[in-house]
């Protein structure tokens, strides 16, 4: 059993994996990709963006993508403000989905094979 800090606990399907760099720079943008990994869009989006499964199912990439980016500014705001309803694990939360759909999106316009 390791002592916590060097690695992340074991989450359901996925292995342990190691922090690459001390730095809190590293150690954050190792905990979001992380969580980029443990991303399931019809899981986490309805809580995230507030709508029913069904409308996201409706959605296109393109659609998710501007409707985390509004809701990623507007709880950048909340933050900055200093306001009562602002969440750093809902902003975590819409930051790793960001992430995630963003790649998503870009693996899906990379083509595999030149023609």
């Given at each position: 059993?390791?002592?916590?800090?060097?690695?992340?606990?074991?989450?359901?399907?996925?292995?342990?994996?190691?922090?690459?760099?001390?730095?809190?720079?590293?150690?954050?943008?190792?905990?979001?990709?992380?969580?980029?990994?443990?991303?399931?869009?019809?899981?986490?989006?309805?809580?995230?963006?507030?709508?029913?499964?069904?409308?996201?199912?409706?959605?296109?990439?393109?659609?998710?993508?501007?409707?985390?980016?509004?809701?990623?500014?507007?709880?950048?705001?909340?933050?900055?403000?200093?306001?009562?309803?602002?969440?750093?694990?809902?902003?975590?939360?819409?930051?790793?989905?960001?992430?995630?759909?963003?790649?998503?999106?870009?693996?899906?316009?990379t083509p595999l094979f030149r023609s």
């Amino acid at each position: 059993m390791s002592s916590g800090w060097l690695t992340f606990a074991q989450g359901k399907g996925s292995s342990a994996s190691p922090i690459s760099e001390a730095t809190p720079t590293g150690l954050l943008d190792a905990q979001l990709r992380h969580g980029e990994k443990d991303y399931q869009r019809m899981r986490d989006l309805p809580g995230l963006l507030h709508l029913f499964p069904g409308e996201v199912e409706a959605l296109d990439r393109k659609g998710i993508l501007n409707r985390l980016a509004l809701a990623l500014r507007a709880e950048r705001r909340r933050g900055r403000a200093n306001h009562w309803r602002y969440s750093l694990s809902r902003h975590i939360a819409l930051r790793q989905a960001f992430r995630s759909e963003a790649q998503l999106e870009m693996t899906a316009r990379t083509p595999l094979f030149r023609s």
